[in-house]
Every structure is written in C-alpha cells, then in structure tokens.
C-alpha cells in the first residue's frame, strides 16, 4: 500500500457559500502502527448538511472544525495491516475519520461491519445516522398516529426519504416537499409517498401545502427552515409536532436568517417544536439500528444513494449538497475494496 496519506484540510473558514478556497489538498507520511491500531484504507466517506455548521468557528452542540486539520467524518474503510488482536487484515469497519485516504486508528475508534448483512454503504446512510436522525426524530418528537398527516421537507435527500418512509409504516398520510420534478417521481412512485410538492415551481406554497393536505398537517419534521417551513407551519393543525432536524436554506447565509414570527401559531395552534440532533439518542442506537434493519429485509424501506467518483471530487460533493444535486444519501467512493481491485 502507498504509504502516504491524503488528507483534505479546512484551509479557511467560509463567509456565505464554501468553494474550493475553503478547502486545501495535503500528503503526508504514514507512521508505523502500535500494538492496538490498524491501518485503514478508505473506501468511502460521507458529505453531509451538518459539516457546514463544523466549519464556523461558533459555540454549537459538536466543536467546530479546526484550521489545518482534516474534515471529520463518518467513513468506511478497509483494514490493511493490524496490530490489533479484535480487528484483522480485510475487516471491513465504519468510523469518523473523515476525508482522508488511509488513517492509522485505535481499535476502539472504529467499529466492525458485517457486508453479507447489506451493502456497506448502508451505514453510512440509512442503517447509519442519516436513518437514525429519521427514526428517532419522528417517532420520539412527531409521534406520528394513524390516520394523521405527515409533511417532511428535504424529502428526497437522506434523512427526509426515510422519515416519509417510516410515517407510511405507521399509518399516516405522507406529504413530501422537494425541488425538481425527478424528485417528486422518486416520493411518489418509489416511496410511495401520497402527495408531493414542488417548493421550486410552486406560486403559492402556503396554498399547495394546503390543498395537499386537505386535513392540515399533524407533524412536520423540518430539515430545510427559511420559507418552505413558513409555509408549512401556517398549515399546522391543532397539537401538531415540529421535529426540527436542519435548516439547510439558512447555513450559507452572511446575515441572520429574519422571517415570520413562530410563537403565535404554536400558541394558536397548542404545537410542540422541538430540535434534536441524532447525538441525543446515542444510548438508544442499537434499538434504532435493530429496527431499521428489520424493516430493510422486510422491504419495508427503501433508498437510493447517489454516490460520486475519486478523492479529489469530495470538497465538489459537498458542495453540491446545497444544490440539491443528489437524491437520498450522497456519499464518494474513494478506493475498491482488495476483494474487488
């Protein structure tokens, strides 16, 4: 194996929209492992909304970002040599490493995936965090009940397709907001979604929520914010709930996000909305990991990855989640596994 290591590093810290300047190429030597460690070559790595957030040097529930250091991330790799009694050569394991092509790591930093259970890139996405987020937002804040109208934006992306999934399994009826007709397709004929909308060709969206959801909307689970969720909080019922999950239309923003007032409607309306982030169920991972896995053999979810080529097109991958340019979880292959070179 090459024994120096690619990383890309946050160079500076962005005002507005990252570019490439936010990001910076570098190499360097692989050490010699200790007894425990294990070297990994990288086989994929995740770009997600929250890693925005990371880059600003800003109190918030994670530590930001460091300059000159790598981006942390969830990734998968392969081990290729071992020191450690628990992991061997050709184990495949899932860890926070980041954008990097091979990392030395403690035994204890990575965690062991079998592949014959489903493809390995699950869990990175819907048997990773991106499912947990939606299983644990929705059924511990929205508590969704038969028979009751769910409204999900971000809805094609990772955490919004399987958050209309699992409100489908448990009776509700399932509205999704995305942006491109593709999409809409995708909610409707594969998820099986009941209704979609466009927030991009809507002229009204305040009035298309509505008439989509004839009977008022019960839960919103929230990952966009700004005025798709305007919108759809002017449309809520009486006792409804807001899982708050992200606000992706407000991360690249260079003044502070301004937009209508929410304390009269929740007064009006007697409704809870709540933020969380998927850390807060941490003690509860295997619960969530077990049932979602359960619902994948029965086919009752499905998913769809959008996965991009090559180490060098990770800083673009991102960016292109702000774009709206994938469809489910959107993840870049770095290196075949020694099984498949």
């Keep these: ?41 990288t086989l994929y790595v995740s770009v ?36 450690s009694e628990n992991l061997q050569q050709g184990d495949i394991v899932i860890g926070m490493f980041g954008w990097q092509t091979s990392y030395v790591a403690k035994e204890k930093e990575v965690r062991k995936i079998d592949p014959s259970l489903a493809p390995i890139t699950t869990h990175l996405g819907i048997l990773g965090m991106t499912g947990l987020t939606a299983y644990f937002g929705l059924l511990d804040i929205g508590k969704p009940k038969e028979g009751e109208t769910v409204v999900v934006s971000g809805a094609a992306g990772a955490v919004g397709s399987v958050v209309g999934q699992i409100a489908k399994i448990k ?18 004929d594969e998820l099986g979604f009941d209704e979609a ?3 991009k060709t809507a002229t009204n969206l305040k009035k298309e929520i509505g008439q989509a959801c004839p009977n008022g909307v019960d839960v919103y689970f929230d990952n966009v914010g700004g005025e798709v969720s305007d919108a759809v909080l002017a449309n809520l019922n009486r006792f409804a709930r807001v899982p708050v999950c992200g606000a992706i239309s407000a991360y690249n923003l260079e003044s502070v996000d301004v937009g209508p007032r929410v304390q009269t409607t929740l ?5 809870l909305m709540q933020g969380f982030t998927v850390g807060n169920y941490s003690d509860r991972f295997q619960e969530g990991s077990m049932q979602l896995g359960k619902w994948l053999q029965e086919d009752k979810l499905k998913y769809q990855e959008t996965i991009r080529e090559g180490f060098e097109n990770i800083p673009n ?17 770095v290196a075949d596994r020694q099984d498949e070179q």
């Design 1 to 41: 194996m090459n024994k120096t290591n690619r990383q890309i590093v946050l160079e500076k810290r962005p005002k507005g929209m990252p570019d490439e300047e936010t990001f910076r190429f570098k190499e360097q030597d692989i050490r010699e492992l200790k007894e425990g460690e294990v070297l990994l070559r």
């Design 48 to 83: 997600d909304p929250y890693m925005r957030g990371r880059m600003q040097d800003a109190e918030s529930y994670i530590e930001p970002f460091q300059l000159d250091k790598v981006i942390e991330g969830g990734s998968i790799g392969e081990v290729v040599e071992s020191k």
């Design 171 to 188: 009776g509700a009826r399932v509205v999704g907001i995305a942006g491109s007709e593709d999409k809409i397709s995708f909610l409707k």
């Design 197 to 199: 909308v466009n927030y």
């Design 267 to 271: 007064i009006k309306k007697s409704a």
């Design 317 to 333: 991958a991102f960016l292109d989640l702000f774009k709206g340019n994938n469809t489910g979880k959107l993840l870049v292959k």
